[in-house]
């Protein structure tokens, strides 16, 4: 979960981010050497190694606007994770410049499942748009939670898909968490925080600028661990995507097209450079499995320290007796299955059935392999 912050703690991480000109580097930095965000504030107010803006922000900031934030924190399933959070993204670290925090309106442990970032053009076309929702499907029913960024086009698409399978999906705005860019997509947006999260680098209230989504970008690769871009042109957003995630090591998929469509041409471009060409989802879950089995060990882990208190409502010392999980343990057998099976098996959705099976395995009650499941009796 979070870190608990008192009021005083909050506002002064909401002073840091809002700062001008700051910059998440220096937040880590001013964090790691104070610890404290209201040490940091005060240090940086006074520190001529802070340009003046920055210092004079710190100094006098805009109450108004920390109290707007401070409010929307103050809404259900509104969160503000800091890079100093265990519910912190462990595969966000890895990229060259993570996020000092993010806003999260929604589950901020998604951010920590195994995700696959599908990306494309806003101008996708119709085949486009079908490719896009078929994969996100089957990875949704793989037990994967789908990530991308909201857009017109192949994102959106994306996301419908992975809801439509009853999968969680994840998008990161080039906006503030409160804003919807394109308008058309509020009720999507909506959707997604209910079964994943919005997530964003910017405070609440702050608009859409050309220079936020190349940065959004490298937040969709940081949390995935690989990314499919499904159609993209020479000059497609989609290909600043798919650069983050090679420069971070991770897996990036491109699908091939007609040499007549411009959309294909960003895709073509991306195998040539080494991306690996796919034709089906199943190739990409296929590729990610040990990658995934080890995000998987990193969770087990941390949930495994948690106190069975912080734990999900259904975790540890709560499930006794709970319907779910009573129809989840009679449909496994001694002989291992996989998640697709029960997801049919149990006509429950395979994200919440991920979820279930690791609370049951910490318990001793399921073993996993090579991502089958077996009850142990």
Same mark, same amino acid.
């Given at each position: 979960?979070?870190?608990?912050?008192?009021?005083?703690?909050?506002?002064? %991480?909401?002073?840091?981010?809002?700062?001008?000109?700051?910059?998440?580097?220096?937040?880590?930095?001013?964090?790691?050497?104070?610890? !404290? &965000?209201?040490?940091?504030?005060?240090?940086?107010?006074?520190?001529?190694?802070?340009?003046?803006?920055?210092?004079?922000?710190?100094?006098?900031?805009?109450?108004?606007?920390?109290?707007?934030?401070?409010?929307? $924190?103050?809404?259900?399933? +509104?969160?503000?994770? @800091?890079?100093?959070?265990?519910?912190?993204?462990?595969?966000?670290?890895?990229?060259?410049?993570?996020?000092?925090?993010?806003?999260?309106?929604?589950?901020?442990?998604? /951010? %920590?499942?195994?995700?696959?970032?599908?990306? *494309?053009?806003?101008?996708?076309?119709?085949?486009?748009?079908?490719?896009?929702? &078929?994969? &996100?499907?089957?990875?949704?029913?793989?037990?994967?939670?789908?990530?991308?960024?909201?857009?017109?086009?192949?994102?959106?698409?994306? +996301?419908?898909?992975? $809801?439509?399978?009853g999968g969680k999906t994840i998008a990161v705005l080039g906006t503030g968490?409160?804003?919807?860019?394109p308008r058309q997509h509020r009720e999507l947006a909506e959707r997604i925080?209910?079964?994943?999260? $919005?997530?964003?680098?910017?405070?609440?209230?702050?608009?859409?600028?050309?220079?936020?989504?190349?940065?959004?970008?490298?937040?969709? &690769?940081?949390?995935?661990?690989? =990314?499919?871009?499904?159609?993209?042109?020479? !000059?497609?957003?989609?290909?600043?995507?798919?650069?983050?995630?090679? #420069? =971070?090591?991770?897996?990036?998929?491109? /699908?091939?097209?007609?040499?007549?469509?411009?959309?294909?041409? *960003?895709?073509?471009?991306?195998?040539?450079?080494?991306? !690996?060409?796919?034709? =089906?989802?199943?190739?990409?879950?296929?590729?990610? @499995?040990?990658?995934?089995?080890?995000?998987?060990? *990193?969770?087990?882990?941390?949930?495994?320290?948690?106190?069975?208190?912080?734990?999900?409502?259904?975790?540890?010392? +709560? +499930?006794?007796?709970?319907?779910?999980?009573?129809?989840?343990?009679?449909? /496994?057998?001694?002989?291992?299955?996989?998640?697709?099976?029960?997801? #049919?098996? =149990?006509? $429950?959705?395979?994200?919440?059935?991920?979820?279930?099976?690791?609370?049951? #395995?910490?318990?001793?009650?399921?073993?996993?392999?090579?991502?089958?499941?077996?009850?142990?009796?």
């Amino acid at each position: 979960m979070p870190i608990a912050q008192s009021k005083d703690e909050l506002r002064a %991480w909401l002073s840091l981010l809002r700062a001008p000109a700051l910059g998440a580097p220096t937040v880590r930095e001013l964090i790691r050497r104070h610890g !404290k &965000a209201s040490d940091a504030v005060s240090a940086a107010a006074r520190s001529h190694d802070i340009a003046g803006d920055a210092r004079n922000w710190l100094g006098s900031p805009d109450s108004g606007l920390l109290g707007n934030d401070l409010d929307w $924190l103050d809404c259900p399933q +509104h969160h503000l994770l @800091t890079f100093v959070d265990s519910d912190y993204p462990s595969l966000l670290t890895e990229i060259g410049n993570p996020p000092a925090a993010l806003f999260v309106d929604g589950e901020p442990a998604c /951010l %920590w499942s195994a995700q696959i970032a599908i990306v *494309g053009s806003r101008n996708a076309t119709a085949g486009g748009i079908a490719n896009a929702r &078929a994969f &996100a499907r089957t990875f949704s029913v793989a037990g994967n939670v789908v990530t991308s960024g909201l857009a017109e086009g192949i994102d959106g698409a994306a +996301h419908a898909g992975a $809801l439509d399978a009853g999968g969680k999906t994840i998008a990161v705005l080039g906006t503030g968490p409160d804003l919807v860019y394109p308008r058309q997509h509020r009720e999507l947006a909506e959707r997604i925080a209910q079964n994943g999260a $919005l997530v964003s680098e910017f405070p609440p209230g702050t608009p859409g600028r050309p220079k936020h989504f190349p940065s959004r970008n490298r937040i969709i &690769a940081g949390l995935s661990l690989g =990314t499919l871009v499904v159609e993209a042109g020479l !000059k497609s957003g989609s290909l600043i995507t798919a650069r983050a995630a090679a #420069e =971070t090591g991770r897996e990036v998929f491109a /699908l091939p097209g007609s040499i007549h469509n411009p959309l294909a041409r *960003g895709c073509h471009r991306l195998i040539r450079n080494g991306a !690996k060409l796919v034709e =089906t989802a199943e190739e990409v879950i296929e590729e990610l @499995t040990g990658i995934s089995a080890l995000l998987a060990d *990193g969770l087990r882990a941390r949930l495994a320290c948690m106190a069975p208190a912080q734990r999900s409502s259904k975790g540890t010392n +709560h +499930h006794e007796g709970d319907p779910e999980y009573v129809q989840l343990l009679q449909a /496994l057998g001694e002989d291992p299955c996989a998640l697709d099976e029960l997801a #049919e098996r =149990t006509g $429950l959705p395979a994200a919440a059935l991920s979820s279930m099976l690791l609370v049951l #395995e910490l318990d001793g009650k399921v073993s996993a392999r090579h991502g089958r499941y077996a009850r142990i009796d």
